[in-house]
C-alpha cells in the first residue's frame, strides 16, 4: 500500500483542530464538568490484530474514564466527516 504523507497530516492536523473544537463545545456545553480540555496529539497507526488503519486523538485535562467526553468528541467528529476516530482522554 502507499501512503500519502501530506494528505495523511493535512488529516491529522484538520482532526487536531476539529477535537479542539470539540473540547470548547464540550467546556461551553458543561455536559462533561471538565475545563482547559485541549487535544494533544493526534496519531495514525496500524492495527495488526484488525488489520486496519486508523486515527486515534488524545484529549489532555480530562479523566482517563470519562467515556461521556469520548463520546461527545467522537459524535463532533462524526459531524466534520471523521468517523472512527478513537478518542482518549489523559491527565
Known sequence: M???TK????????INGLANKAC??????N???AHNLSCANVEYGYSKADKSYFYRAYIEE?????????QFI???LDKYF?????VVTEW
Request: net charge negative; glycine share 2%.
Open 82 to 86: 471523521f468517523p472512527n476516530v478513537e
Open 31 to 33: 455536559i462533561v464538568g
Open 7 to 14: 494528505k495523511i497530516l493535512e488529516k491529522l492536523n484538520v
Open 62 to 70: 480530562a479523566s482517563p474514564d470519562n467515556c461521556d467526553l469520548c
Open 2 to 4: 502507499e501512503f500519502n
Open 24 to 29: 470548547l463545545e464540550a467546556e461551553r456545553s
Open 74 to 76: 467522537q459524535n463532533y
